[in-house]
Structure formats: structure tokens, C-alpha cells
């Protein structure tokens, strides 16, 4: 029987076909790729429209007064005016038969101060196309500032584009002391992110409970004590939170179920202090382990109190 020797055979010079990445060089490559797009909120100049009146003459220096003026929203106009001259997009003439009315100031402030309020106590913008009051238009902003339009309509004064994609966040440096009183007594009683703590903060301690209970109520309890904290709000939330008690919501929920008495939720949301009864996620059970009290990090504090 033969013996094949392998070592003897002549292979020569092969190409072959298939590639070998430096897996390490290509993520760096990649990394400004996949940093743009995770981003949640991310406006490019292709977002914003710019338009103007037929044979209206563009002024050599362009201003907001003028952009409101030819009708354009509020966010177009300012990242307009932001941009260096040579990244601009151009200005759209309207056909001659269409006339864009103008925007005044006043319109546009309160089309801010409606999508404001409505990130400070809901948590994000709205583009409702109805004015249902209570569920659609808050009622603070019907009955006292009398804002009784769609939110789509004010959204549509504010931007052309989706206002999903601008970051909600710039709220938190809005200065507080100048709003009109109404409207700081008002945020005073309550923003987005704490609807969940009133069954906490208006029921009374329930006896008896677990030690691991009792623990987890008194950190319930350090977030209401503490001053209402942008690290809370949904709009500007701290990943700390998440990571040290996980979703705030869905554990305050499960925990007022195991320790309040279906009476109690019931009358909570008969006398609308909570929007609803609360719902039971099972998958959700990081309360039943809480220890670490809450405080606020500075320069956090809603309404600087």
C-alpha cells in the first residue's frame, strides 16, 4: 500500500478571495457611525425649512425679526441663525399666488410656553391633533392661560420639523424666577416623573411590612422629601437612577400594589390624584431590594427650591 506524503505536493502561489479586518482598526472607523446613530434626538440641516414670501427681498443681514416675519418657526429660524453663513440652507421663495402670514412674538411665545409646560408636567412634546382638556390640553393652560388650540398647532408654529427631534433637555436652564406666578404655583404642585410617588406621599405608612419592605419605603420616601430634581425628570433623567433602582415608574406601581389595600388605589383615583390604577409588571422587582437613599445632585433642583 502507497504512502501519500502531503509535504511532497506543489501548491504554488494561490489568491485567494477572502479578506482578514482588523476588527480593532474598523470599530474606530465605524465609532462616529454608530455614535450619530444611537442618538435619540438629532436635528440636521435638512430638518429645517426657510421660506419666504414672493419677491421679497432677502436683507443682507439676516434676523430673527425678519425670518418670524416671512413666517417661518421658531426652531428653524434659530438653528438658521446659528449655522455659520456657508452651511445654511438656502431660503425658499413661496409660489406668487401664496401668502405665509407672518409670526409674531407673541404668538410664538406662547406656542413655546405650551410645549414647555407640557415637557415640565408630562414629560415631552405634543403633536395631539385634538383639545380634549384633561387628556390632550392640560387644564392649567385652558382655564388659567386660556390655550385652547390643538398642541399640533403649536408644535407646527415652533418647528416644520418633528420636535421629537430636538433634545427636551434645554428645559432644565430655563430660569424659573421670571414665569408668570400662576404658572410657578402650578409646577410647584408637580412635574413629569413623580405621579407614581403620590399614593406613597398621600397614604398613610401601612403596617405591617417586611423589613426589606419597610427599607424600600424609606427610600421611597427620601425621593419625595427631596426637592423635585431634574436627575427625576423623564426629560433629563440620570442614568444613575436607572442603574441604582431601575424603572422608577414600573416598581412604584408593583410597589404600592403589595403594600396598599385595592381601597385605598381605588379613592387615590376617584379623587384624580393618580391618572389611574396602578399596573402590575412582574417582570419588574428591583424595589424589593432598594437600600440606597435618593439625593439629589447639585445643581439639579426644579424651580430652585
Known amino acids: 500500500m502507497a504512502t501519500i506524503n502531503f509535504g511532497n505536493t506543489q501548491i504554488g502561489n494561490l489568491n485567494f478571495t477572502q479578506l482578514t479586518l482588523d476588527l480593532n482598526s474598523i470599530a474606530r472607523q465605524l465609532q462616529i457611525f454608530i455614535t450619530n446613530g444611537s442618538k435619540r434626538h438629532s436635528i440636521s440641516v435638512q430638518d429645517i425649512t426657510i421660506v419666504k414670501n414672493n419677491a421679497v427681498v432677502t436683507p443682507t443681514v439676516v434676523t430673527l425679526e425678519f425670518l418670524i416675519g416671512q413666517g417661518n418657526a421658531l426652531f428653524d429660524?434659530?438653528?438658521?441663525?446659528?449655522?455659520?453663513?456657508?452651511?445654511?440652507?438656502?431660503?425658499n421663495e413661496a409660489p406668487p399666488d401664496r401668502v405665509i402670514q407672518a409670526k409674531s412674538p407673541d404668538m410664538l411665545g406662547r406656542?413655546?410656553?405650551?410645549?414647555?409646560?407640557?415637557?415640565?408636567?408630562?414629560?415631552?412634546?405634543?403633536?395631539?391633533?385634538?383639545?380634549?382638556?384633561?387628556?390632550e390640553v392640560p387644564a392649567f393652560l385652558v382655564n388659567i392661560l386660556n390655550m385652547r388650540e390643538a398642541p399640533r398647532v403649536y408644535a407646527d408654529r415652533l418647528a416644520t420639523f418633528d420636535l421629537g427631534l430636538l433634545d427636551p433637555g434645554w428645559v432644565r436652564y430655563i430660569e424659573?424666577?421670571?414665569?408668570?406666578?400662576?404658572?410657578?404655583?402650578?409646577?410647584?404642585?408637580?412635574?413629569?416623573?413623580?405621579?407614581?410617588?403620590?399614593?406613597?406621599?398621600?397614604?398613610?405608612?401601612?403596617?405591617?411590612?417586611?423589613?426589606?419592605?419597610?427599607?424600600a419605603y424609606d427610600v421611597v420616601l427620601s425621593f419625595i422629601r427631596a426637592p423635585l430634581s431634574w436627575d427625576v425628570h423623564p426629560a433629563t433623567r440620570d442614568p444613575n437612577i436607572l442603574a441604582t433602582y431601575g424603572p422608577l415608574n414600573a416598581n412604584l406601581q408593583n410597589f404600592a400594589l403589595d403594600i396598599f389595600t385595592d381601597e385605598q388605589l381605588n379613592t387615590l383615583r376617584d379623587q384624580r390624584k393618580i391618572y389611574g390604577l396602578p399596573?402590575?409588571?412582574?417582570?419588574?422587582?428591583?424595589?424589593?431590594?432598594?437600600?440606597?437613599?435618593?439625593?439629589?445632585?447639585q445643581g439639579s433642583t426644579i424651580l430652585g427650591h
Open 111 to 135: 406656542a413655546l410656553f405650551f410645549q414647555f409646560f407640557m415637557i415640565l408636567t408630562r414629560g415631552s412634546i405634543s403633536r395631539a391633533t385634538g383639545t380634549t382638556v384633561g387628556s
Open 176 to 215: 424659573f424666577g421670571p414665569l408668570g406666578v400662576e404658572c410657578r404655583n402650578r409646577l410647584g404642585l408637580g412635574v413629569a416623573g413623580y405621579r407614581w410617588f403620590n399614593p406613597f406621599k398621600l397614604l398613610p405608612r401601612p403596617e405591617p411590612m417586611t423589613d426589606a419592605q419597610a427599607i
Open 77 to 91: 429660524s434659530l438653528i438658521y441663525l446659528g449655522l455659520p453663513a456657508g452651511n445654511r440652507p438656502r431660503i
Open 279 to 297: 399596573r402590575r409588571d412582574i417582570g419588574i422587582t428591583n424595589y424589593r431590594s432598594w437600600a440606597t437613599m435618593f439625593h439629589a445632585s
